[in-house]
């Protein structure tokens, strides 16, 4: 089964929701780089609920695009929980959009730690209106492709989520 199989229904069903409340989403990517924005642009339409995407691969790029403090990215390293919260967050601010979802990690196959092996990626789903953020860590393997893939169905499954738990 293709990237775009799995991806695609997901996708199309968070349009769907996003449409119905009214909602845009933002995403603010690192090691997918723009591998979810590409998912959802897949989806016709989308430009109705998509607002923009953010490949912030560097941490300076964090910084300057998503006001990512970078005394955090120091103190916690790029891949970690406090980063994609503000990646998130940032996201909606810098766009206005509703929902923003974001993703840092260790795609491979170098780049990997004790701490943070390859595989090893932070998920944020920020939803303005509550102010409420979900995170979630991920232990992924497989190439970095897949890692990369993985990483792109997570995402849109804890968006859909979220929204669906939200009233």
């Keep these: 089964m293709s990237a775009q199989e799995h991806t695609y229904p997901l996708a199309e069903q968070l349009g769907e929701v996003l449409l119905a409340k009214g ?19 897949d989806i016709a339409g989308s430009s109705a609920w998509f607002e923009q995407g953010f490949v912030t691969y ?3 790029a964090k910084t300057q695009m998503l006001g990512v403090d970078a005394s955090v990215i120091e103190r916690d390293g790029a891949v970690s929980e406090a980063v994609v919260m503000a ?3 940032g996201a909606c601010a810098h766009s206005g959009s509703h929902l923003g979802v974001a993703v840092s990690g260790v795609a491979g196959p170098g780049g990997g730690s004790p701490d943070k092996p390859v ?5 944020a789903c920020y939803l303005a209106s509550t102010d409420h953020t979900h995170t ?7 190439d970095r492709i897949s890692v990369r893939q993985q990483t792109t169905v997570a ?7 979220l929204l669906l738990a939200s009233n």
């Design 119 to 123: 595989g090893t990626v932070w998920l």
């Design 58 to 60: 560097s941490n300076g």
């Design 136 to 142: 979630r860590l991920l232990q992924l393997t497989g």
């Design 23 to 41: 909602f845009t989403i933002t995403t603010a990517e690192s090691c997918t780089g723009g591998g979810i924005a590409c998912a959802i642009t």
């Design 87 to 89: 990646m998130a967050k």
């Design 155 to 161: 995402a849109l499954e804890d968006c859909l989520a």
